[in-house]
């Protein structure tokens, strides 16, 4: 994890969606540095796509997130859904952008 970067968030969006956006980047940073329930991380993600509705901005703010922060939105989101339960723990620099690094 790179140690100072911002999240990715549009003005244009009310105050409660950018908190809405900052806790999902936030409990994002939580699956990969200490773990976290993966029912917690899919309510927020639930919460996120509230706001954020379209794949392609998704994978826009996604992109720019792991780009400074190295952790993948596509990857986590991946991962909870295929866990359904239990904790998330993902590990940081297998893939990028949904496809493996070479």
Known sequence: M??????PLDLD????????VTNLWSVLELAYEKGIAVTEFL???KLFKEVVRSIGEEKRF???FEEASGYS????VQEAK???KGRLKMEAGE???GRRKK
Do not use: A, H
């Open 13 to 20: 969006w009310s105050v409660d969606e950018m908190i809405i």
């Open 82 to 84: 295929r866990l359904q």
């Open 43 to 45: 309510e927020k993600y």
């Open 73 to 76: 939105l596509y990857r986590t």
């Open 62 to 64: 996604g992109k720019q």
């Open 95 to 97: 893939q990028q952008y």
């Open 2 to 7: 790179k140690s100072e970067y911002q999240y």
